[in-house]
T-cell receptor
Framework: DGGITQSPKYLFRKEGQNVTLSCEQN?????MYWYRQDPGQGLRLIYY???????QKGDIAEGYSVSREKKESFPLTVTSAQKNPTAFYLC???????????FGAGTRLSVL | AQSVTQLDSQVPVFEEAPVELRCNYS??????LFWYVQYPNQGLQLLLK??????LVKGINGFEAEFNKSQTSFHLRKPSVHISDTAEYFC????????????FGQGTRLTINP
């Protein structure tokens, strides 16, 4: 069953703690993306990666970090520098030149 | 750069009535256009897309959208809605080319009343 798997579904962060959100895809897509969703603000791009071992900052990268060591995996770390991390985080991947992105089910991050 | 404006944050309609969700975009280059649907606490699902060709695009669940280049619009329509269509709908735009980023509107919450 092909798709994008995000884990965990719910995550809680203590103050000063770094947390990592997992995103795995078995669609053989080259490009992967992380978005943040806040109520009434749509989706905002955090980081994206067009190819293994390469990634670029999106519109709101401060306080976040990523890695892309394998084609299938694009984990997002929310660092302690991100002062307002409470949000719904969505991972996506893309195939081909038509810029059609497919999304995972999301991770909801809350602060304790 | 591109931008998207969804003109209504909330749209309430009665079951079996028609609905139109409005989307306008801004871009200095040719674009791809998309509509996604999000059910509560889930990811986004692609409803339909305009890449090229016919300006009337049909998608899943009976939805369709029309690309109007002169009015820079890509409104989503359904002739008869069901309770199961209750969800949030996002319009998105990107420039043409593989490296172009997808820019999303703020979303329209569609509520279907019995």
């Amino acid at each position: 069953d092909g798709g994008i798997t995000q884990s965990p579904k719910y995550l809680f962060r203590k103050e000063g703690q770094n947390v990592t959100l997992s995103c795995e895809q078995n669609l053989n897509h080259d490009a992967m993306y992380w978005y943040r969703q806040d109520p009434g603000q749509g989706l905002r791009l955090i980081y994206y990666s067009q190819i293994v071992n390469d990634f670029q900052k999106g519109d709101i990268a401060e306080g976040y970090s990523v890695s892309r060591e394998k084609k299938e995996s694009f984990p997002l770390t929310v660092t302690s520098a991100q002062k307002n991390p409470t949000a719904f985080y969505l991972c996506a991947s893309k195939v081909g030149s038509g810029n059609i992105q497919y999304f995972g089910a999301g991770t909801r991050l809350s602060v304790l | 750069a591109q931008s998207v404006t969804q003109l209504d944050s909330q749209v309430p309609v009665f079951e079996e009535a028609p609905v139109e969700l409005r989307c306008n975009y801004s871009s200095s280059v040719s674009v791809y256009l998309f509509w996604y649907v999000q059910y509560p606490n889930q990811g986004l699902q692609l409803l339909l897309k305009y890449l090229s060709g016919s300006t009337l695009v049909k998608g899943i669940n009976g939805f369709e959208a029309e690309f109007n280049k002169s009015q820079t619009s890509f409104h989503l329509r359904k002739p008869s809605v069901h309770i199961s269509d209750t969800a949030e709908y996002f319009c998105a735009v990107s420039g043409i080319g593989g490296a172009q980023k997808l820019v999303f509107g703020q979303g329209t919450r569609l509520t279907i009343n019995p």
